[in-house]
T-cell receptor
Framework: GDSVTQMEGPVTLSEEAFLTINCTYT??????LFWYVQYPGEGLQLLLK?????DKGSNKGFEATYRKETTSFHLEKGSVQVSDSAVYFC?????????FGRGTSLIVHP | EAGVAQSPRYKIIEKRQSVAFWCNPI?????LYWYQQILGQGPKLLIQ????????DSQLPKDRFSAERLKGVDSTLKIQPAKLEDSAVYLC???????????FGEGSRLTVL
């Protein structure tokens, strides 16, 4: 069945460091890909998405590119802030049943 | 635009008792999901509704879990009888058909003692 694999956390960084959270997927065909974020005490919310190969999703300084050849959708940010501390979930969806990775906790220290 | 509303936010019960969770979706969103999120794991789909019909309930433990969506709007998820391993956050989400984005409620945290 369809699945999403993302790197285990926690990822601990200092403020202004570069962030990469790896995500790969398994699916037949070409699903839409999403990153959701869950801030402490809040529900999951969409961070960014891409609907087809080579699309780049971006929001709040975060970016991810849909790579069909490597079935990946890695999340990156050039300079993280303390306020980015949260749990990040990679997911596939679109016309597919939404399927989530296990989440990666990000902790950013001042 | 009002978001997805869930209640109760927290529930503590003894094993073998029953519990029900309620979800009020965003107006106009035809697709509704219930997910189970165990601590340290990603959301796992329990059931998907399209309007008031079930699309997928293959992961729903039907011997103890049941769900319904009345008139294609509000939905309830029931567990009876609860087991210790049912301790989790139960998430309700709806989907906009245009972008495929999911909108989540804040979740209902269940603790089974």
């Amino acid at each position: 069945g369809d699945s999403v694999t993302q790197m285990e956390g926690p990822v601990t960084l200092s403020e202004e460091a570069f962030l990469t959270i790896n995500c790969t997927y398994t699916a037949t065909g070409y699903p839409s890909l999403f990153w959701y974020v869950q801030y402490p005490g809040e529900g999951l919310q969409l961070l960014l998405k891409a609907t087809k190969a080579d699309d780049k999703g971006s929001n709040k300084g975060f970016e991810a590119t849909y790579r069909k050849e490597t079935t990946s959708f890695h999340l990156e940010k050039g300079s993280v802030q303390v306020s980015d501390s949260a749990v990040y979930f990679c997911a596939l969806g679109g016309s597919y049943i939404p399927t989530f990775g296990r989440g990666t906790s990000l902790i950013v220290h001042p | 635009e009002a978001g997805v509303a869930q209640s109760p936010r927290y529930k503590i019960i003894e094993k073998r008792q029953s519990v029900a969770f309620w979800c009020n979706p965003i107006s106009g969103h035809a697709t509704l999901y219930w997910y189970q999120q165990i601590l340290g794991q990603g959301p796992k789909l329990l059931i998907q509704f399209q309007n008031n019909g079930v699309v997928d309930d293959s992961q729903l433990p039907k011997d103890r879990f049941s769900a319904e969506r009345l008139k294609g709007v509000d939905s309830t998820l029931k567990i009876q009888p609860a087991k210790l391993e049912d301790s989790a956050v139960y998430l309700c989400a709806t989907r906009t058909e245009y972008t495929g984005e999911l909108f989540f409620g804040e979740g209902s945290r269940l603790t089974v003692l």
